[in-house]
């Protein structure tokens, strides 16, 4: 389909090595206290950086750890409060501090089987407790009620609380929403049969646990106020889940070329207005065509016109800008006819 095409500029590029196998990895990109990480995993070590919020950078800074694993599958880090770093593996969830030494470890089951499941973390907005999801124990027999959430405190690693999950051997994400909510996202993907995405909040009882609407895809792009944009696995459509509206649901038939879906797996908010999202024919191509949508409606606005080519990744900051990897380095983006901080196509 023909759309406007709208010029893009170049702000910042940055080397980051590791970072092409990094955004294809659940803890790629995070949001964490309000703002966007990058973790890598390169040459035995972690490398997590803080997205700059001055435009004309790319990284903040970055703080580096020794990967304690790095042949093993499955980790996932999570940047913590006063620089230390939570790591998830199959048997264990342990804390870093800043200089590399072990806060605390909490062991835990291993799933059992399911050489694809995996564990996530995230503290809660409060930055009071680690919100970490893991294999549960198994019963008499063998039985199995599900796996598990918990929440450790920051400090010490105690269990506070703990919440059964509807999910077996999953491989889970943890996200922030950009604004104060108390609420993370969940994410629980079970291959075919199915993804749980969940609100976890920490409260004086314990963890409640809920569904998040009817968002039942793995890749989530949140925004204020509650707003989630699920991406279809294959590429078929995206659908706007908000508390109290009614769902916007559009198929990749309805606005894309013929034969083309949407790729990429990081929908997500450019700002309050406008959706980014990647197009392409299949999910690995090489090259894909970046797309500009209507926040409430999912209708697109433009296609941006880049320099060159890009390829298929595409990640939103909500501040007028993204991030578009180039080799081993990432590039930052805005729309060369408004300012990176309220503009429209």
């Not at 910042?12 to 966007?36: K, V, W």
């Not at 070590?45 to 004309?56: A, F, K, L, M, Q």
């Not at 916007?248 to 700002?271: H, K, N, Q, R």
Request: one cysteine or more; glycine letters at 12%.
């Amino acid at each position: 389909m023909n759309h406007p095409r709208v010029p893009v500029r170049p702000l910042a590029h940055e080397s980051l090595p590791g970072i092409t196998e990094g955004l294809g990895n659940m803890d790629g990109l995070l949001l964490r206290d309000r703002a966007h990480w990058l973790v890598t995993r390169h040459e035995g070590t972690i490398t997590v950086g803080r997205v700059d919020t001055d435009p004309s950078r790319v990284l903040a800074g970055r703080a580096t750890w020794r990967n304690p694993a790095p042949d093993a599958s499955g980790t996932y880090c999570s940047p913590l409060p006063g620089g230390a770093l939570a790591v998830s593996g199959r048997q264990a969830v342990t804390v870093y501090e800043a200089d590399g030494t072990v806060r605390w470890e909490h062991r835990h089951e291993e799933w059992r089987h399911s050489p694809g499941a995996s564990g996530a973390c995230a503290p809660d907005p409060a930055g009071r407790v680690l919100l970490a999801a893991m294999a549960g124990p198994h019963g008499p027999g063998g039985s199995y009620a599900g796996d598990v959430c918990r929440a450790l405190d920051l400090t010490t690693g105690e269990v506070l609380a703990e919440h059964v999950l509807a999910s077996f051997s999953a491989t889970y994400a943890f996200e922030h929403f950009p604004d104060a909510r108390p609420d993370v996202l969940l994410t629980a993907s079970m291959g075919q049969d199915g993804t749980h995405c969940l609100l976890v909040a920490r409260t004086a009882a314990g963890l409640d646990v809920r569904a998040a609407g009817t968002a039942e895809e793995p890749y989530v792009g949140l925004g204020a106020d509650g707003v989630l944009i699920s991406q279809d696995v294959g590429g078929g459509y995206l659908c706007r889940t908000q508390d109290g509206a009614d769902d916007v649901i559009v198929e990749a038939g309805e606005v894309l070329s013929e034969g083309e879906g949407f790729v990429g797996y990081t929908p997500g908010f450019v700002d309050d207005e406008r959706i980014l999202v990647v197009s392409a024919e299949e999910q690995w191509a090489e090259e894909g065509t970046h797309l500009l949508l209507d926040a409430r409606t999912l209708r697109p606005l433009a296609e941006l016109a880049y320099p060159r080519p890009q390829g298929v990744t595409a990640v939103p900051l909500g501040d007028g800008t993204w991030l578009t990897r180039d080799g081993e380095s990432v590039r930052r983006w805005a729309t060369a006819r408004a300012s990176s901080q309220n503009g429209a196509p």
